[in-house]
């Protein structure tokens, strides 16, 4: 463990994390998913049936193909008349629903199927495709939002900026999941299994996921990786009778949520920490989703204001993960070393301490 007495002016030892205050008041809604699935299940809430809307898109094959595996499967049944171009089917306490535009453009779905349908809806997940330059095969899972961007700037895939979609409390757990499912069925280690950090819409009110296939049209129309992902909702959601997983309001007894913030797209230090120490997953910012703005400054300069939208973008991912994680104890995880000159700034606006990775301290010891 080392000291930053030189960083912080304080005798505490280093942590990974640290500690956020969720007791505060949030303009953000409590996460409706601190009701236990059984309770959708078989309770009514305001006398309204309380569903997990899962979203595919028939555009995209990662998308239907896995939707088309999970509707093979037992118990589905056609579902209510929603909308004129759009599908839906039933199956307990889930529905599916399949439209044919792209995935990131159809906005406040889970408010317009309360609108009309009459059901509450307590979760959001979306299947899609997943692309990168390195074209390698993976599946992947994320939260989505825009926070970094300013008003006014045109999201290139959806959402609004500033704007964090409440984090889906199932992101950590599923994550395990969709390892161990994987493996099962031999895609292990061909296709990576990754977190990604948030990114993209559409405007959702309801705490939300991404599952993607990627990263090539050969990777999307693989039905193995379809049959994956079907198998995860499946499992994941607790349909055929089982349990479902990642039940923040049962499964709680930890309380610790990591809120990811600097790294790469895939965040790899963050994805560590999930993994080994079994935490729940809030927001994750990538450095790109921190805009500084260099203030030309020099090292040695105090009080130094370090611009861009980076503080704005940790406040919103902030606020969603406290709402989506009633009585939660999230804890930040940073990874950048550029944060190494955002300490004094960190503490003036957030009003706490921030602590970094041993990495990332050598780093930041070094340049002090």
Request: glycine fraction near 8%; proline fraction near 7%; hydrophobic fraction near 40%.
């Amino acid at each position: 463990m080392f000291s930053l007495n030189r960083v912080l002016g304080s005798s505490k030892p280093i942590s990974i994390f640290s500690r956020i205050n969720t007791s505060s008041s949030s303009p953000i809604p409590p996460n409706p998913l601190s009701l236990s699935l059984s309770q959708h299940k078989h309770k009514q809430v305001f006398n309204k049936a309380m569903v997990a809307l899962l979203v595919a898109t028939t555009s995209d094959p990662a998308s239907i193909n896995p939707a088309n595996a999970l509707l093979a499967m037992p118990g589905w049944q056609p579902g209510p008349h929603f909308q004129d171009d759009m599908k839906s089917f039933v199956n307990e306490g889930v529905r599916v629903l399949l439209h044919g535009k792209s995935i990131v453009v159809e906005d406040d779905l889970d408010k317009r199927w309360e609108e009309v349908i009459g059901e509450v809806v307590h979760e959001v997940i979306f299947f899609s495709k997943h692309t990168a330059v390195s074209n390698k095969p993976a599946l992947t899972v994320h939260p989505i939002g825009v926070p970094h961007l300013r008003e006014g700037d045109v999201p290139p895939q959806g959402g609004r900026p500033g704007w964090a979609a409440l984090p889906n409390p199932r992101i950590g757990p599923w994550l395990r999941l969709l390892k161990n499912i994987a493996q099962a069925h031999n895609l292990v280690p061909e296709f990576e299994i990754t977190l990604e950090a948030t990114h993209h819409g559409p405007l959702t009110n309801k705490p939300t996921m991404f599952l993607e296939i990627g990263s090539t049209e050969d990777y999307w129309k693989r039905q193995d990786a379809a049959q994956v992902m079907a198998q995860l909702v499946w499992e994941g959601l607790g349909l055929g009778g089982g349990t479902d997983v990642g039940n923040w309001s049962r499964e709680n007894d930890n309380k610790k949520i990591l809120l990811g913030i600097g790294g790469g797209h895939y965040v790899p230090r963050h994805m560590d920490v999930v993994l080994k120490d079994n935490v729940w997953v809030g927001h994750l910012l990538s450095g790109y989703s921190l805009p500084m703005e260099d203030p030309n400054q020099s090292k040695g300069e105090t009080n130094v204001e370090i611009g861009g939208t980076w503080r704005e973008s940790i406040k919103a991912a902030y606020e969603a993960t406290k709402s989506a994680f009633p009585g939660g104890e999230i804890l930040a995880h940073l990874d950048h070393k550029d944060f190494c000159q955002l300490d004094h700034n960190l503490l003036k606006a957030f009003h706490l301490p921030f602590y970094y990775s041993a990495s990332s301290v050598i780093d930041c010891i070094e340049k002090w």
